[in-house]
């Protein structure tokens, strides 16, 4: 399985921002998907996931609204949209593909891994 994720790059805040990551082989539907991010300096934090079945899961901080996952199991895609950003969101960003139908908060709940996309906010 690889997953390719692209989107990110340099936007003013208070701007929008969609991501995508597309994975390779047939069985997309059946895993759920994460995204995770890692600013400067700091370890990988859990972002959003997305169950088989459709239900999220995010972030104490991200459930506030700003965060939307989604995904297109016909495309094998999953997405991240992020509104209203802010300076502390800027981090690379990550999609995984979890070893189960259910998506946890925790690394080593996920086996496949994208390269990272950046997102860098400006004030």
């Known amino acids: 399985v690889q997953l390719q994720a692209s989107g990110g790059g340099l936007v003013q805040a208070g701007g929008s921002l969609s991501l995508s990551c597309a994975a390779s082989g047939r069985t997309f539907g059946t895993y759920a998907m994460g995204w995770f991010r890692q600013a400067p300096g700091k370890a990988r934090e859990f972002v959003a996931a997305?169950?088989?079945?459709?239900?999220?899961?995010y972030c104490a901080d991200c459930a506030k609204g700003r965060f939307t996952i989604s995904r297109d199991n016909a495309k094998s895609t999953v997405y991240l949209k992020i509104d209203s950003l802010k300076p502390e969101d800027t981090a690379v960003y990550y999609c995984?593909?979890?070893?189960?139908?259910?998506?946890?908060?925790?690394?080593?709940?996920?086996?496949?891994w994208g390269q990272g996309t950046q997102v860098t906010v400006s004030s």
């Open positions: 997305i169950h088989s079945s459709g239900g999220r899961l």
């Open positions: 995984a593909r979890s070893s189960a139908p259910v998506g946890l908060t925790t690394e080593d709940n996920y086996i496949y």
